[in-house]
């Protein structure tokens, strides 16, 4: 046998006898036995395979749940903890991993998937929702932090069968074409209005030292206000005009006649 192969196999059991139960578990989890499990491991530092195995398994632990009933409690939770909010006007109490955040809270243990999941860190605002009326980033938001809050999420926004102004101008306007990015713009653009109405200044407001409650937002401040959430289909000026609207009561739907 090739002298090289022959240390191979020799690193590998010695790394094999040096595993800890999880690491063997998420290789028998991978299905990697036999000759594989021997290469694999040859080719694998040991604190490679145990930091693979300890994020395999605190991911497996903050989902895991053997139904898809929300109030199950999952089996595996590491740090468990009890958190009570109120989302869409229901309040819901969930034994969640401390580490858990709003956004998979909502989607993995209520089945509330409006919120999209993006880039999960923060850049893209697919997971926007409310907080107490102030728009959040639901991916950067710890579930364990909206004890007795008010949580809104797109969908929360329409009374029963009416949809809330800022959904009926998005589609009025095409202010979508795949829909992904839609759910965040829109709980961002309802959050925008009530900035605009208690007179929140944003980083192109010409004069803060004079704000005003009930800003008339120009379509430079609406763009501004709306650039954490992005559109990969370049839906703005349909979405700019649709937050325009409803924020003016103004129709501005283009006459496409007058344009020719
Ligand atoms: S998913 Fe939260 S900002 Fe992108
Ligand atoms: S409509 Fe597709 S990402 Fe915005």
């Known amino acids: ?9 020799k690193g590998s059991a ?12 998420l290789l028998d989890e991978l299905g990697i036995f036999g000759e594989s499990r021997r290469k694999f491991l040859g080719q694998t530092s040991a604190v490679g395979l145990s930091l693979m195995a300890s994020q395999f398994f605190s991911v497996e632990s903050m989902f895991a749940s053997e139904t898809p009933n929300t109030m199950e409690v999952p089996l595996k939770l590491i740090n468990p903890m009890d958190v009570s909010f109120t989302i869409n006007g229901e309040v819901e109490s969930l034994t969640i991993d401390s580490r858990m955040t709003l956004l998979d809270a909502l989607r993995e243990r209520l089945q509330l998937t409006g919120s999209k999941k993006g880039c999960d860190h923060g850049q893209c605002g697919a997971c926007t929702l409310m907080i107490d009326g102030d728009r959040v980033l639901s991916c950067l938001t710890l579930a364990a932090t ?8 797109v969908e929360g926004l ?6 809330h102004p800022l959904q009926d101008a998005f589609v009025e306007h095409d202010g979508f074409q795949c829909g992904y990015c839609t759910p965040g713009q ?26 005003s409650k009930n800003i008339k937002l120009s379509d430079e401040e609406i763009r501004e206000r ?8 370049g839906a703005y000026p349909n979405i700019l005009a649709a937050i325009k609207e409803v924020h003016t009561g103004k129709d501005t739907s283009v006459n496409w006649q007058e344009l020719e």
Do not use: F, H, P, W
């Not at 909206?146 to 999420?153: L, R």
């Open 158 to 163: 329409a009374k029963g069968t009416k949809l």
């Open 186 to 211: 829109i709980c961002s653009s309802v959050a925008l209005m009530e900035e605009a109405k208690n007179g929140d200044a944003s980083y192109v407001t010409q004069d803060i030292r004079n704000i």
């Open 14 to 25: 010695e790394i094999e006898q040096q595993l800890s139960g999880d690491e063997k578990a």
């Open 1 to 9: 046998m090739d002298k090289k192969i022959k240390k191979e196999i």
């Open 226 to 233: 709306m650039s954490g959430n992005i559109c990969r289909c």
């Open 146 to 153: 909206c004890e007795g809050k008010e949580v809104t999420s």
